[in-house]
C-alpha cells in the first residue's frame, strides 16, 4: 500500500483521483471505481503498490508489439485491478479482483530480474497499468537508470496528469482501441472513449512508440463503418505507419460475452482490406 500520486484533498476529508480518465470523488474509506484506491482519512492510498499477481517472461511479439525489440523477450508484470469492466476481458480474475492479491516483490527486485534474465525490457501488461502507476512508474525509474525499456500496454484511459508523469519513462506502448463507437465503451467497457483518443495523440505528440490493437467482436464492434473510423483515426491523427493489431474473439474465454460466437477469419480479413485503403502500412491480424 502507498499514498497515491495524483489526487487532490477536497473539503469533510473527500479527495478527487487524478490518475485516470474517471478523476473519481471518493468519500472516507471508500474506494474508487477501480476498487484499488482507498480514501484512509483523507488521504488516498494505493492498495496494490508493490504486489504483484502476475511476473512472466514472454515474447515481445506476445504484448503484442511487432515493431519495437522484435525478436527479443520481455520482462512482464501486473498488479491487479482495472478502471474498466470489459465484458470480453480474458483477464477478469485479475483484472476485475476485488481482494488485493500478489506476491510481495518490490521495484528493485523487479529491475533486478529483468537484467539476471538479460531481458532488454520491463512490460507493465495483463491488468491495467494505470491502475498499478506507482508501482509502475517507481519500477520505470529504476529502470530507465539501467538501460532497460519500459513498455505498457493499456487501454489508454489515462488523466492528463498520468500521462505528464509517466511519459519521461515510457519507451513505447500497445493501446487497445477497442471501438470507435463512445456507446461501446460506456456498454461494454464501462469507461468513454474520447481519452482514449486524447492518450494516444499525446503519445504520438511525444514520439512515444505505438502499436494498437482492436480485438474484433462479432456483432458488437466488427461494423465496416467502426473498423473504417479507427482506421482514419490512426492514419490522420497518428501515422500510416503506426501498427494496428486486429485481434480475433474467443468468446469461451471472455468474463460475460460467452455467448457470443468466435470471430470468423473473414471479418479480420475485412477489416485488413479496410486499413490497406484507408493507406495503413503494418497492418498484423492476431489470434488466428
Ligand atoms: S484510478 Fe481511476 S477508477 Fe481508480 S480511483 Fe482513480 S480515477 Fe477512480
Known amino acids: 500500500m502507498k499514498e497515491t500520486y495524483l489526487y487532490k484533498k477536497l473539503s469533510d476529508k473527500k479527495v478527487q483521483c487524478q490518475n485516470c480518465a474517471h478523476y473519481c470523488v471518493i468519500e472516507s474509506e471508500k474506494r474508487g471505481i477501480c476498487q484499488i484506491r482507498e480514501n484512509k482519512n483523507g488521504k488516498l492510498y494505493a492498495l496494490n503498490y508493490g504486489r504483484a499477481c502476475s511476473v512472466h517472461i514472454d515474447p515481445i511479439e506476445k504484448k503484442p508489439f511487432y515493431h519495437f525489440l522484435p525478436g527479443t523477450y520481455s520482462l512482464s508484470v501486473a498488479a491487479v485491478g482495472c478502471n474498466f469492466t470489459c465484458h470480453n476481458c480474458q483477464n477478469w480474475q485479475i483484472s476485475q479482483a476485488k481482494e488485493i492479491s500478489g506476491e ?82 460506456i456498454k461494454y467497457c464501462g469507461a468513454k472513449l474520447q481519452p482514449v483518443l486524447d492518450s494516444l ?88
Open 104 to 185: 510481495e516483490i518490490s521495484p528493485k527486485e523487479i529491475v533486478n530480474l529483468a537484467l539476471k534474465n538479460n531481458l532488454p525490457s520491463i512490460s507493465y501488461t495483463y491488468t491495467e497499468p494505470a491502475i498499478f502507476s506507482e508501482y509502475a512508474l517507481d519500477t520505470m525509474k529504476l529502470a530507465k537508470k539501467k538501460g532497460l525499456k519500459n513498455l505498457w500496454i493499456s487501454n489508454g484511459f489515462w488523466s492528463k496528469e498520468l500521462f505528464d508523469l509517466i511519459s519521461p519513462y515510457l519507451d513505447a506502448a500497445n493501446i487497445d482501441l477497442k471501438s470507435f463507437d463512445n456507446k461501446f465503451y
Open 201 to 288: 495523440k499525446r503519445l504520438h505528440q511525444n514520439k512515444i512508440w505505438i502499436e494498437i490493437t482492436t480485438l474484433v467482436i462479432p456483432g458488437l464492434n466488427d461494423s465496416e463503418e467502426n473498423l473504417e473510423k479507427i482506421a482514419q483515426f490512426i492514419f490522420r491523427e497518428l501515422n500510416p505507419d503506426t501498427p494496428w493489431h486486429i485481434s480475433r474473439f474467443f468468446g469461451y474465454i471472455s468474463w460475460k460475452l460467452q455467448h457470443v460466437p468466435d470471430t470468423p477469419i473473414e471479418t479480420l480479413k475485412k477489416a485488413e482490406k479496410i486499413a490497406k485503403k484507408v493507406g495503413l502500412k503494418n497492418i498484423h491480424l492476431g489470434n488466428i
